[in-house]
T-cell receptor
Framework: GAVVSQHPSWVICKSGTSVKIECRSLDFQATTMFWYRQFPKQSLMLMATSNEGSKATYEQGVEKDKFLINHASLTLSTLTVTSAHPEDSSFYICSAVGSSYEQYFGPGTRLTVT | AQRVTQPEKLLSVFKGAPVELKCNYSYSGSPELFWYVQYSRQRLQLLLR??SRESIKGFTADLNKGETSFHLKKPFAQEEDSAMYYC???????????FGQGTRLTINP
C-alpha cells in the first residue's frame, strides 16, 4: 500500500529558530502533497497545497513567508517553519496524493517551540 | 464554499449497540464524500468513500443528497471501533479535502 513518512516525528526548538519537516511518499510518486495543522482535539486545518516543481498554494490566513514549502521531487515535500514562536507549536500532518486522487497521510510531526 | 459539519464532538455507546456518526455538508455542486478514521496514536486513514458503496469493518454510509448528509453507521459496535472519525468532502475532479470537526467515538465494554 501507499506509505507516507514524516521526519522528524517530534521536535523541540527555541523561539526564533527555524524548523524543517520532511514528508516523503515511500512507494509512489506524488505531484501533489498537502500540509495540515491539527490543534489538540480539533480537526485538520489545511495550510497549503504543495505542487512538485511549482510554488505552493496557501490557504487564506496562512503566512507563506512563515511556512515555507518546497516540493523539489516527486517523493519529497518540506515545510519549514521560520522564526518559530510558541504559538506555532502544533501537530503538522502531510498527505500525498496517489492514484485516483486518494490522499495518504503521514504520521504527523509534533512541534514544540519553547 | 464547501463545508462539512459533524454535530457531535463526542459519542459514547455500549459494545454491541448500534452507532451512527452524523455528517452534513453544504456544497452546491456534485460532492464526493469520505469517512476517515484515526485510531489512538495512528495516522489518519481512509475508512470508506461514498462512490464505492462498500462496507468496511461493518461500517456503511449512504449519501443522501436531499438531506445533504453522509452519516456513518454500524449495527453492532465493537470496542476496537473507538477512534476519532472525520467526515470529508471533495469537489469532483479536485484533490483538496474539506474536513469536518471530527467525532470521538468511545465504545464502552
Amino acid at each position: 500500500g501507499a506509505v507516507v513518512s514524516q521526519h522528524p516525528s517530534w521536535v523541540i526548538c527555541k523561539s526564533g529558530t527555524s524548523v524543517k519537516i520532511e514528508c516523503r511518499s515511500l512507494d509512489f510518486q506524488a505531484t501533489t502533497m498537502f500540509w495540515y495543522r491539527q490543534f489538540p482535539k480539533q480537526s485538520l486545518m489545511l495550510m497549503a497545497t504543495s505542487n512538485e516543481g511549482s510554488k505552493a498554494t496557501y490557504e487564506q490566513g496562512v503566512e507563506k513567508d512563515k511556512f515555507l514549502i518546497n516540493h523539489a521531487s516527486l517523493t519529497l515535500s518540506t515545510l519549514t517553519v521560520t522564526s518559530a514562536h510558541p504559538e506555532d507549536s502544533s501537530f503538522y500532518i502531510c498527505s500525498a496524493v496517489g492514484s485516483s486522487y486518494e490522499q495518504y497521510f503521514g504520521p504527523g510531526t509534533r512541534l514544540t517551540v519553547t | 464554499a464547501q463545508r462539512v459539519t459533524q454535530p457531535e464532538k463526542l459519542l459514547s455507546v455500549f459494545k454491541g449497540a448500534p452507532v451512527e456518526l452524523k455528517c452534513n455538508y453544504s456544497y452546491s455542486g456534485s460532492p464526493e464524500l469520505f469517512w476517515y478514521v484515526q485510531y489512538s496514536r495512528q495516522r489518519l486513514q481512509l475508512l470508506l468513500r461514498h462512490i464505492s458503496r462498500e462496507s468496511i469493518k461493518g461500517f456503511t454510509a449512504d449519501l443522501n443528497k436531499g438531506e445533504t448528509s453522509f452519516h456513518l453507521k454500524k449495527p453492532f459496535a465493537q470496542e476496537e471501533d473507538s477512534a476519532m472519525y472525520y467526515c470529508a468532502l471533495r469537489r469532483k475532479g479536485a484533490q483538496k479535502l474539506v474536513f469536518g470537526q471530527g467525532t470521538r467515538l468511545t465504545i464502552n465494554p
